[in-house]
């Protein structure tokens, strides 16, 4: 006969505004669900996970029966989010743990799906028995990073696997053989998000009472920080079978299995056979740990290669896995092609601006043609292109002409920034050359004498007709 005795505590934390972590604790099925999906919808998934569990488990209580449980929490989880779309997307971890007796042998069996952790505690060492369904712990186990990556990896958090999300999910299971002394631990992500194993075991070891123990480890964690909601349910191995007859009195606030003494197990050396699920026997490893094997029809050795199952779901992880690194270097060659272009685009756009930009100044007095635009644009200074040989002197003096010049007169083209060089000069010369008409036109008039004959005393005007000669009398 076993004897478990349990403690159980949680807390909102220091950030959350409320609690979506569940626990259960009954005399021999214990449970922490670690919820998802919104400010109300991680509640709800955690909660009716727990309680699905809990029926299922106690029309079956045994290794086959707590995955069973599991899996019959993830549909329930599912079908009330897809009758409620206001709650599609939410979803529960769950790690659990029951105690079953098969064939007459008492043993703890554990099963999990997403990253809340079940440990067993002996010896002074505590052993992380569940492994996380996130991705970046999926990412170590294929040797894509390393376990000091994956606590700082931005995907830690992003899970793998969860209830409720799918129809159908991946249960884990182990079952363990429990020996006196033993303690084990389960929690959600809240305890080991701000404490480390050796914080961890540190309580377990200084704290007796598994209540005390709960309490201590929770509060720990508040005070680490409190980032997210905090639940643990510790369980202590009061009598394992080995001594069950010794110190079966002991039983204080425990629970208990029934068990014959006929069918006691021993374990805690390696290679002792004990029952597996489905009444395999399993090699124990040194932690007392075997991993749930269950029967295929048709197979006689379940140990020595996959099932079908097990390979139709190894196949289709590393057809995704597969998938998701193509995708990410097909986005990373879609990216890469798209800036190239961008900058190919931006670079012919400013050099198309900049040769087909002509404008008019000076070097000095002389009147130059530039290529490029004034002032410059980005790394392309203007170049020049003619020395026109003409100079402020071959053109108008007008200030406001001379000032736009010193400042640069913009062209669309070659041929426009020539034909306004050309302007100014025929202006100039034109202005000149009436200038010029117009001063030999009045100095022709000056030389030409007027004479007016008005017969006696007529009056001859000179050249400038100012001289005057007066003549009198006669012809």
């Known amino acids: 006969m076993t004897v478990l005795r349990t403690g159980s505590a949680s807390d909102t934390g220091l950030v959350r505004s409320t609690n979506q972590d569940r626990s259960l604790e009954t005399g021999t099925l214990f449970a922490v669900a670690d919820g998802m999906g919104g400010h109300v919808g991680g509640e709800i998934a955690s909660q009716i996970a727990i309680e699905a569990l809990e029926r299922a488990f106690g029309s079956q209580p045994s290794s086959r029966g707590l995955t069973e449980a599991v899996e019959r929490a993830n549909l329930a989880v599912w079908e009330h989010s897809q009758d409620h779309p206001d709650l599609r997307g939410m979803g529960t971890t769950l790690t659990a743990a029951a105690l079953v007796n098969e064939d007459g042998n008492d043993v703890l069996v554990l099963a999990n799906v997403g990253d809340s952790r079940s440990y067993q505690f002996q010896d002074?060492?505590?052993?992380?028995?569940?492994?996380?369904?996130?991705?970046?712990?999926?990412?170590?186990?294929?040797?894509?990073?390393?376990?000091?990556?994956?606590?700082?990896?931005?995907?830690?958090?992003?899970?793998?696997?969860?209830?409720?999300?799918?129809?159908?999910?991946?249960?884990?299971?182990?079952?363990?053989?429990?020996?006196?002394?033993?303690?084990?631990?389960?929690?959600?992500?809240?305890?080991?998000?701000?404490?480390?194993?050796?914080?961890?075991?540190?309580?377990?070891?200084?704290?007796?009472d598994p209540q005390q123990a709960a309490d201590v480890l929770v509060e720990a964690a508040r005070r680490h920080g409190g980032s997210d909601n905090i639940t643990v349910v510790v369980i202590?191995?009061?009598?394992?079978?080995?001594?069950?007859a010794e110190t079966g009195a002991e039983t204080g606030q425990a629970a208990a299995t029934g068990g014959s003494p006929e069918g006691r197990a021993t374990v805690g050396s390696p290679g002792t056979p004990v029952p597996g699920?489905?009444?395999?026997?399993?090699?124990?490893?040194?932690?007392?740990?075997?991993?749930?094997?269950?029967?295929?029809?048709?197979?006689?050795?379940?140990?020595?290669?996959?099932?079908?199952?097990?390979?139709?779901?190894?196949?289709?992880?590393?057809?995704?896995?597969?998938?998701?690194?193509?995708?990410?270097?097909?986005?990373?060659?879609?990216?890469?092609?798209?800036?190239?272009?961008?900058?190919?685009?931006?670079?012919?756009?400013?050099?198309?601006?900049?040769?087909?930009?002509?404008?008019?100044?000076?070097?000095g007095n002389e009147l130059m043609i530039y290529q490029g635009r004034i002032g410059g644009v980005l790394?392309?200074?203007?170049?020049?292109?003619?020395?026109?040989?003409?100079?402020?002197?071959?053109?108008?003096?007008?200030?406001?002409?001379?000032?736009?010049?010193?400042?640069?007169?913009?062209?669309?083209?070659?041929?426009?920034?020539?034909?306004y060089v050309s302007g100014l000069v025929r202006t100039d010369t034109s202005t000149h050359t009436a200038s010029a008409s117009a001063s030999a036109s009045a100095g022709d008039a000056r030389a030409a004498p007027v004479a007016l004959r008005t017969g006696p005393g007529t009056t001859l005007l000179g050249a400038t007709g100012t001289d005057r000669l007066a003549v009198s009398g006669g012809q």
Do not use: K
């Open 236 to 244: 202590d191995v009061l009598v394992g079978e080995e001594t069950g």
């Open 124 to 208: 002074g060492r505590l052993t992380q028995i569940s492994l996380d369904h996130s991705v970046a712990e999926e990412m170590v186990r294929a040797g894509e990073i390393s376990p000091a990556e994956a606590t700082v990896h931005p995907q830690r958090h992003i899970l793998a696997r969860a209830l409720g999300v799918t129809a159908e999910v991946a249960v884990d299971a182990w079952t363990v053989a429990p020996s006196s002394g033993d303690r084990y631990l389960l929690c959600s992500d809240g305890l080991t998000n701000e404490l480390g194993n050796n914080q961890i075991a540190e309580v377990l070891s200084a704290r007796a």
């Open 277 to 363: 699920a489905d009444g395999l026997s399993t090699a124990v490893d040194a932690t007392g740990i075997v991993p749930v094997v269950r029967r295929e029809p048709g197979a006689t050795h379940p140990q020595a290669s996959p099932s079908r199952r097990q390979r139709r779901r190894s196949r289709a992880t590393e057809r995704r896995r597969e998938r998701g690194r193509r995708l990410v270097t097909i986005r990373a060659l879609v990216f890469l092609v798209v800036l190239a272009a961008i900058l190919v685009g931006g670079y012919s756009a400013v050099r198309w601006f900049d040769v087909n930009s002509y404008y008019v100044g000076l070097d």
């Open 379 to 419: 790394w392309y200074h203007p170049v020049v292109v003619e020395r026109t040989g003409v100079t402020t002197g071959n053109v108008l003096s007008d200030p406001l002409t001379v000032g736009a010049l010193r400042s640069g007169v913009q062209e669309p083209s070659y041929a426009a920034a020539r034909a």
